[in-house]
């Protein structure tokens, strides 16, 4: 053993005592420094001191809050959506304040409401949806002011969407409607235009704050930027909103008109920030109702919807507004002087606003330069925006997918069973409703390259119509200008346009068939294809056939449309039967497929059909697939076929296992017309994979089909 020196062992040990006076000198001075913490913070010392607004007993937000730590508690709670009720206390954000740590976490929602109304509206709306998800660094909430049509049509959309870290509440619009229905209004925005005012009233009363956005919108920032600028309002700022860009309150516009009360230039309250608790405090449904009855004898009505009120009550209340910077509402109108008012001191504008009747055709001279950054937005691939926020917690498609397991050669078939498709009901205004217990829609679905059938086929048929369409959003645009350019089309308020967004590499024919049934508003629905075209009159002879075949009180029977095509691209559409024979005699008109696919339509006898002066039934047979007029509450088509090949054989099948009668009609028919071969047709004859897969969804079908029917799917399975 090695020994050292004993001048080394004193230095040593002298050493070793000097380090532990020093850790328990070190230990003391932590202590001692913890107590005084805790001392000065219990004295309410440091900026923390109770809120100086006093409010209204007896109300969920009444409370007087104990100061920013529980602020920053409360704030952190209602992000997140939590429902705990018990809260006592509502924070004050003023300009001394320490930051509100909870709106700065990115994975805190941010509150944004919107008034949605109309179909027409859901359009502009997906517009600004886009431009909020592009930019995002947080989740979202959205509260959806929305009456019936909207509603639907969202909730299928979000639905289908399935967006991450996204959540929507819906409020109807007929419930506030009473409110503010008695206020005159001149603005083409209607009764919808003033809803904005009781969102204090009809939001959550946890809700601490929400950024209010009209829908002709579009956002070239992270609205958490916006969401920020709450931290600056003072104790009595509720409101925050941008100075209006145009001359309008000013008077200077329009000779003789007299504007409604506004504090200077007034403001535009297409973007609004709401402190909730406060204008609940300030009891605001109340107060702008008072200004409305005082201002409206004298103005008559409004002309800006809910701004003109808004302006009114900032001009008696002018310490409840906080001026945003101008860049969050840069207005795009006739009349605006955005340029020079905001552009020309500021570095591009962070929020778009089109407030005017004409949206993009306005004559502004921002307009042109905007409006491609608009339609960038509405031409980009919603699915894109699929995705969460990074580092919150989320679960995306590909995580919900992790637990199927997919043969690789055939995953874009496998998955059409389960994958949700982007859906749009209703895209383009709607307004029908059923004529009566016999009425009936003809359901189709196509694609892009088939928009040019559209109008003979509203020419042959002027009932309604469901129609699914499967685009891209570039396409969906431009569908849109097709309608509203088409005389025809335009005109034809009962046609449901439903878009289902593209996604995957094979055409999903029985989701778009069932898209489409889905929304048909009568009794009874024709299944048919969008290339056929409908005798002239067929809609009325239908409805006189359900009569005479007692459809009416039979929900299984199928009446069966005779199918005809003719190569022909110009020829004179038969207008009856007696007229198509002699075409069907001379070869210019065949049976369907009947040269290359007897067994598709074979069943229906075309040659006792020829003959036939009233209805008769057939058998059903392998592989056949009729177009048929049925109740609406018929089976849905199999999602899992898609393409080309057994889409409509696969339910036709499930009808006979269904003990579905099939009746011919003598005396109505359809004639299909020629176009070029589809894309999935090319795959199915050049490509063995593709077959080989078809062959496979077959097997799992029939096999589906022998589980849940045993015994009576033989005769079916056998052949």
């Not at 609205?223 to 600056?232: D, I, S, T």
């Not at 699914?468 to 969906?476: H, I, N, P, S, V």
Request: proline share 5%; charged share 20%; net charge negative.
């Amino acid at each position: 053993m090695t020994f050292l020196p004993e001048s080394v062992q004193e230095y040593v040990g002298l050493n070793v005592t000097m380090r532990l006076r020093q850790l328990l000198l070190l230990c003391v001075a932590i202590l001692l420094g913890i107590f005084f913490v805790s001392v000065y913070l219990t004295s309410g010392a440091g900026g923390l001191d109770p809120p100086s607004i006093s409010f209204p007993s007896g109300h969920a937000d009444s409370g007087v809050g104990s100061g920013e730590q529980e602020s920053s508690l409360i704030v952190r709670r209602l992000a997140n959506d939590r429902q705990d009720g018990g809260t006592n206390g509502v924070p004050r954000p003023g300009k001394d304040a320490l930051p509100v740590e909870a709106e700065r976490e990115k994975c805190q929602f941010i509150h944004i409401a919107v008034v949605c109304a109309g179909h027409n509206s859901t359009r502009t709306a997906m517009t600004l949806i886009k431009s909020l998800l592009f930019y995002r660094s947080s989740p979202l909430h959205l509260h959806v002011l929305a009456d019936g049509p909207a509603q639907l049509i969202l909730t299928t959309l979000f639905d289908t969407w399935d967006v991450a870290n996204l959540s929507v509440s819906y409020y109807l619009t007929d419930k506030v409607k009473s409110f503010i229905d008695w206020i005159p209004n001149k603005h083409y925005s209607g009764v919808y235009g003033l809803m904005k005012l009781v969102l204090p009233h009809i939001l959550p009363e946890d809700l601490y704050h929400v950024v209010v956005l009209d829908t002709d919108i579009v956002f070239a920032s992270d609205v958490a930027e916006l969401w920020r600028l709450f931290e600056g309002f003072s104790d009595q700022q509720a409101l925050g909103l941008v100075e209006n860009q145009s001359d309008w309150y000013l008077g200077g516009i329009w000779k003789n008109y007299k504007p409604w009360p506004a504090k200077g230039r007034g403001y535009n309250t297409g973007v609004i920030l709401m402190d909730l608790p406060k204008l609940r405090a300030l009891n605001w449904m109340a107060v702008w109702k008072r200004v409305t009855e005082r201002d409206l004898p004298i103005m008559q009505s409004t002309a800006l919807a809910d701004q003109d009120i808004f302006n009114s009550v900032l001009k008696d209340f002018p310490e409840m507004v906080y001026d945003l910077p101008c860049t969050y509402n840069a207005q795009l109108s006739d009349h605006s002087k955005s340029k020079e008012l905001c552009l020309e001191s500021q570095t591009g504008f962070k929020v778009i606003h089109w407030n005017s009747p004409k949206k993009m055709q306005v004559k502004h001279r921002l307009g042109r330069y905007y409006r491609d950054d608009y339609l960038t937005f509405v031409a980009h691939d919603g699915n894109l925006l699929r995705r969460g926020v990074l580092g919150c917690s989320n679960m995306s498609i590909e995580e919900r997918e992790s637990g199927v397991i997919f043969d690789e050669s055939c995953y874009d078939f496998e998955r059409l069973a389960d994958l949700k498709f982007r859906t749009h009901l209703y895209f383009i205004d709607y307004d029908y409703r059923s004529g009566g217990p016999t009425d009936l829609t003809l359901v189709a679905q196509l694609s892009f390259d088939r928009l040019q059938m559209l109008e003979p086929l509203c020419d042959h048929w002027n009932g309604p119509i469901s129609l699914a369409l499967y685009m891209t959003d570039a396409e969906a645009q431009q569908f849109a200008e097709f309608v509203l350019d088409s005389e025809m089309l335009s005109s034809r308020r009962n046609i449901g346009w439903h878009i289902v967004y593209k996604d995957g590499a094979v055409y999903p024919v029985n989701y778009l068939r069932n898209v489409a049934l889905s929304q048909a508003n009568t009794p009874f629905v024709f299944l048919t294809d969008i290339d056929f075209l409908p005798m002239y009159g067929l809609y009325d002879v239908l409805k006189d056939a359900i009569v005479q075949t007692d459809l009416l009180n039979q929900e299984t029977k199928a009446l069966v449309v005779p199918a005809f095509e003719t190569q022909r691209y110009r020829f004179s559409f038969p207008a009856n039967k007696s007229e198509l024979l002699p075409m069907v005699a001379s070869g210019d008109v065949i049976a369907f497929r009947w040269d290359i696919w007897p067994k598709g339509h074979g069943a229906t006898n075309f040659s006792r059909w020829m003959e036939a002066t009233s209805t008769y039934t057939v058998e059903w047979e392998p592989d056949y697939e009729p177009y048929i007029v049925v109740n609406r509450n018929v089976p849905r088509y199999d999602n899992r076929f898609g393409g080309f090949g057994w889409n409509k054989v696969s339910h036709l099948m499930m009808l006979a296992v269904k003990g579905y009668e099939l009746i011919v009609l003598p005396n109505a028919f359809i004639i299909h017309m020629p176009h070029a071969p589809s894309i999935d047709i090319a795959k199915f004859r050049s490509k063995s994979q593709y077959r080989k897969c078809l062959t496979r969804m077959k097997q799992e079908f029939v096999r589906d089909l022998a589980k849940v029917y045993g015994m009576k799917a033989t005769k079916y399975l056998i052949s």
